[in-house]
Nanobody, 122 residues
Framework: QVQLEESGGGLVPAGGSLRLSCAVS???????MGWFRQGPGKEREFVGT????????YYSDSVKGRFTISRDNAKNTMYLQMDNLKPEDTAVYYC????????????????WGQGTQVTVSS
Protein backbone atom coordinates (compact mmCIF):
# COMPACT_ATOMS: atom_id res chain seq x y z
CA GLN A 1 0.00 0.00 0.00
CA VAL A 2 1.08 3.54 -0.75
CA GLN A 3 -0.50 6.55 0.95
CA LEU A 4 -0.48 9.87 -0.87
CA GLU A 5 -1.43 13.36 0.28
CA GLU A 6 -1.46 16.46 -1.89
CA SER A 7 -0.95 20.02 -0.67
CA GLY A 8 -0.17 23.45 -2.05
CA GLY A 9 -3.35 24.25 -3.91
CA GLY A 10 -4.95 27.67 -3.81
CA LEU A 11 -6.10 30.71 -5.74
CA VAL A 12 -3.66 32.29 -8.19
CA PRO A 13 -4.07 34.90 -10.95
CA ALA A 14 -3.61 33.97 -14.58
CA GLY A 15 0.08 34.00 -15.50
CA GLY A 16 1.09 33.10 -11.97
CA SER A 17 2.83 30.05 -10.56
CA LEU A 18 2.05 27.43 -7.96
CA ARG A 19 3.86 24.35 -6.68
CA LEU A 20 1.92 21.33 -5.56
CA SER A 21 3.41 18.72 -3.27
CA CYS A 22 2.55 15.06 -2.90
CA ALA A 23 3.72 13.39 0.29
CA VAL A 24 4.33 9.69 -0.31
CA SER A 25 4.48 6.97 2.34
CA UNK A 26 7.27 5.23 0.43
CA UNK A 27 10.25 6.53 -1.50
CA UNK A 28 8.62 7.99 -4.63
CA UNK A 29 11.45 6.73 -6.84
CA UNK A 30 10.21 3.15 -6.34
CA UNK A 31 6.95 3.84 -8.19
CA UNK A 32 6.00 5.54 -11.40
CA MET A 33 4.20 8.62 -10.14
CA GLY A 34 1.67 10.79 -11.90
CA TRP A 35 -0.48 13.89 -11.65
CA PHE A 36 -4.05 14.07 -12.85
CA ARG A 37 -6.67 16.81 -12.67
CA GLN A 38 -10.43 17.14 -12.84
CA GLY A 39 -11.92 20.46 -13.87
CA PRO A 40 -15.51 21.51 -13.13
CA GLY A 41 -17.90 19.40 -15.20
CA LYS A 42 -15.04 17.46 -16.77
CA GLU A 43 -13.59 13.99 -16.50
CA ARG A 44 -10.30 13.42 -14.74
CA GLU A 45 -7.40 13.83 -17.16
CA PHE A 46 -3.71 12.97 -17.26
CA VAL A 47 -1.30 15.83 -16.55
CA GLY A 48 2.11 14.18 -16.38
CA THR A 49 4.21 11.34 -15.05
CA UNK A 50 7.72 10.57 -13.83
CA UNK A 51 8.99 7.07 -14.46
CA UNK A 52 10.29 5.05 -11.54
CA UNK A 53 14.06 4.85 -11.04
CA UNK A 54 14.58 7.43 -13.80
CA UNK A 55 14.16 11.15 -14.31
CA UNK A 56 12.08 10.60 -17.43
CA UNK A 57 8.95 12.72 -17.48
CA TYR A 58 6.02 12.92 -19.86
CA TYR A 59 3.29 15.55 -20.03
CA SER A 60 -0.02 16.15 -21.71
CA ASP A 61 0.07 18.59 -24.59
CA SER A 62 -2.02 21.09 -22.63
CA VAL A 63 0.64 21.57 -19.94
CA LYS A 64 3.88 20.76 -21.77
CA GLY A 65 6.38 23.56 -21.38
CA ARG A 66 4.51 25.07 -18.42
CA PHE A 67 4.42 22.28 -15.82
CA THR A 68 7.35 20.33 -14.37
CA ILE A 69 7.31 17.17 -12.28
CA SER A 70 10.13 16.40 -9.86
CA ARG A 71 10.70 14.37 -6.73
CA ASP A 72 12.79 14.55 -3.58
CA ASN A 73 13.43 11.05 -2.29
CA ALA A 74 14.96 12.33 0.94
CA LYS A 75 11.64 14.02 1.73
CA ASN A 76 9.42 11.29 0.20
CA THR A 77 7.76 14.00 -1.85
CA MET A 78 6.83 14.56 -5.46
CA TYR A 79 6.18 18.03 -6.85
CA LEU A 80 4.27 19.66 -9.65
CA GLN A 81 5.63 23.09 -10.53
CA MET A 82 3.01 24.99 -12.50
CA ASP A 83 4.00 28.17 -14.33
CA ASN A 84 2.13 30.54 -16.61
CA LEU A 85 -1.15 29.27 -15.24
CA LYS A 86 -4.33 29.73 -17.25
CA PRO A 87 -7.98 29.79 -16.13
CA GLU A 88 -8.47 26.45 -17.89
CA ASP A 89 -5.97 24.91 -15.46
CA THR A 90 -8.57 25.32 -12.72
CA ALA A 91 -9.20 21.84 -11.33
CA VAL A 92 -8.74 19.46 -8.45
CA TYR A 93 -5.26 18.02 -8.81
CA TYR A 94 -4.49 14.45 -7.78
CA CYS A 95 -1.24 12.60 -7.36
CA UNK A 96 -1.11 8.88 -7.96
CA UNK A 97 1.28 5.95 -7.87
CA UNK A 98 1.44 3.10 -10.34
CA UNK A 99 2.86 -0.39 -10.17
CA UNK A 100 3.45 -0.22 -13.92
CA UNK A 101 6.62 1.09 -15.49
CA UNK A 102 4.98 3.65 -17.77
CA UNK A 103 1.48 4.81 -17.01
CA UNK A 104 -0.55 7.58 -18.59
CA UNK A 105 -4.07 6.29 -18.10
CA UNK A 106 -6.11 6.62 -14.96
CA UNK A 107 -6.75 2.88 -14.78
CA UNK A 108 -3.01 2.19 -14.73
CA UNK A 109 -2.62 3.89 -11.35
CA UNK A 110 -3.14 1.89 -8.20
CA UNK A 111 -2.97 4.46 -5.39
CA TRP A 112 -4.48 7.94 -5.20
CA GLY A 113 -4.46 11.00 -3.00
CA GLN A 114 -7.55 12.97 -2.06
CA GLY A 115 -6.77 15.94 -4.28
CA THR A 116 -6.06 19.65 -3.85
CA GLN A 117 -8.00 22.50 -5.44
CA VAL A 118 -6.26 24.91 -7.81
CA THR A 119 -8.21 27.94 -8.99
CA VAL A 120 -6.79 30.32 -11.59
CA SER A 121 -8.54 33.67 -11.86
CA SER A 122 -8.70 35.59 -15.13
Amino acid sequence: QVQLEESGGGLVPAGGSLRLSCAVSKRPVTHTMGWFRQGPGKEREFVGTIVRYTDNTYYSDSVKGRFTISRDNAKNTMYLQMDNLKPEDTAVYYCAASLSLLARKEEEYNFWGQGTQVTVSS
